[in-house]
């Protein structure tokens, strides 16, 4: 891993894309985008006339928060030396600094993910624009979705920062 990623985080997003979830939590959040699409479009069982985008904000605000406290508990469970070891970490099938980054990666979409819901919640009331009515409950799907992706995310944080305080136990 060369140079600091924090001009261009999405790089390590990119550069940790195998790594951001399990499959079983990517199939869960296909099957609510899924669902909600067809429960708007087809079967007419969800209804976004009382949605609010300004009351997500503090989900999303909190989020974030939860994403750094859990960071810092993930980091805590390994030492200056094993975070050493894991970007100077070099394989014939890893390349130098990608255990690194596969442990940072999915902090960084975590935490992408609740910034991009905040922003849009906190600046989203405020703007107004002409749009037919199909492209706003396809934009509200897509919010409510890029939200429960956030929360899968951070569920998925807490268990891989469980895992790593788990391993940490059994390390020397």
């Not at 990119?14 to 990517?26: E, G, V």
């Not at 030396?81 to 990666?105: M, P, R, V």
């Amino acid at each position: 891993m060369e140079g600091n990623f924090y001009k261009n985080p999405i790089s390590v997003i990119w550069k940790a894309k195998s790594n951001l979830m399990p499959s079983y939590l990517f199939i869960i959040w296909m099957i609510f985008l899924f669902g909600s699409i067809i429960g708007v479009f087809w079967l007419d069982f969800l209804d976004f006339s009382s949605f609010k985008m300004a009351e997500y904000f503090s989900i999303s605000s909190t989020g974030l928060t939860l994403t750094l406290a859990l960071f810092v508990a993930g980091k805590d469970a390994f030492s200056d030396e094993d975070l050493k070891k894991l970007a100077s970490y070099e394989s014939d099938e890893i390349k130098k600094g990608q255990a690194l980054i596969d442990f940072i990666g999915p902090y960084v979409f975590t935490a992408l993910l609740f910034l991009i819901t905040g922003l849009i919640s906190l600046f989203g009331p405020f703007i107004k624009t002409p749009l037919d009515p199909l492209y706003i409950k396809i934009f509200k799907i897509c919010y409510i979705n890029m939200l429960s992706l956030g929360i899968l995310s951070l569920f998925n944080l807490v268990i891989t920062m469980l895992n790593d305080v788990f391993s940490a136990a059994f390390r020397k």
